[in-house]
T-cell receptor
Framework: DTAVSQTPKYLVTQMGNDKSIKCEQN?????MYWYKQDSKKFLKIMFS???????INETVPNRFSPKSPDKAHLNLHINSLELGDSAVYFC????????????????FGEGSRLTVL | GEDVEQSLFLSVREGDSSVINCTYT??????LYWYKQEPGAGLQLLTY?????DMKQDQRLTVLLNKKDKHLSLRIADTQTGDSAIYFC???????????FGDGTTLTVKP
């Protein structure tokens, strides 16, 4: 039973198209994230939602729009895809807050590899 | 990552010890982590250390934290070919949930 699942695993599309990646977590966590991993394997945070509320929004083009219908889901929609958007996108979740037992560990999905042609 | 730095590559022979180093800049970091990424997979937490600790040992893994120098290291004893992966150092500040990652160290274990 996968803890953080994202679909699709692979996505190949043409420049200018619009695409979405979906993410779901069944861990009961209150916070979800999108990370982008480029071809050099560098990992950068894009967005974070806590209980459906946007709390982290790094410098990401407006073409990227996250949506969180409930705290178990965080989807990523990308408009007008560009070549530079080609990357692996990772969804993650964690339980944050002041509870002493929270270590802030991130649980990652398997990644969605986006290729823009 | 601009606030967390680690060397990009490390190559060792099977059976040797591996030491991966990381430096960070924010002294308010509460937790520091080591994540492992195997090819084609997501990151998985390997181990973590709370900022008020100096050392943590877990089987073949030893984490050392030098808070004064803002230096974190991961030692893998008796490195195996299955340890070949990318290792990411990360730090979290407070309870905001934002973790900053280093650029990852690719560990290659030669038989």
């Amino acid at each position: 039973d996968t803890a953080v699942s994202q679909t699709p695993k692979y996505l190949v599309t043409q420049m200018g198209n619009d695409k979405s990646i979906k993410c779901e977590q069944n861990l009961g966590h209150d916070t979800m994230y999108w990370y982008k991993q480029d071809s050099k394997k560098f990992l950068k945070i894009m967005f974070s939602y806590n209980n459906k509320e946007l709390i982290i929004n790094e410098t990401v083009p407006n073409r990227f729009s996250p949506k969180s219908p409930d705290k178990a889901h965080l989807n990523l929609h990308i408009n007008s895809l560009e070549l530079g958007d080609s990357a692996v996108y990772f969804c993650a979740s964690s339980q944050v807050g002041v509870i002493a037992t929270n270590t802030g560990e991130l649980f990652f999905g398997e990644g969605s590899r986006l290729t823009v042609l | 990552g601009e606030d967390v730095e680690q060397s990009l590559f490390l190559s060792v022979r099977e059976g040797d010890s591996s030491v991966i180093n990381c430096t960070y800049t924010d002294s308010s970091s509460t937790y520091l982590y080591w994540y492992k990424q195997e090819p084609g997979a997501g990151l998985q937490l390997l181990t973590y250390i709370f900022s008020n600790m100096d050392m943590k040992q877990d089987q073949r893994l030893t984490v050392l934290l030098n808070k004064k120098d803002k230096h974190l290291s991961l030692r893998i004893a008796d490195t195996q070919t299955g340890d070949s992966a990318i290792y990411f150092c990360a730090e979290m500040r407070g309870n905001a949930g934002k973790s900053t990652f280093g650029d990852g160290t690719t560990l290659t274990v030669k038989p």
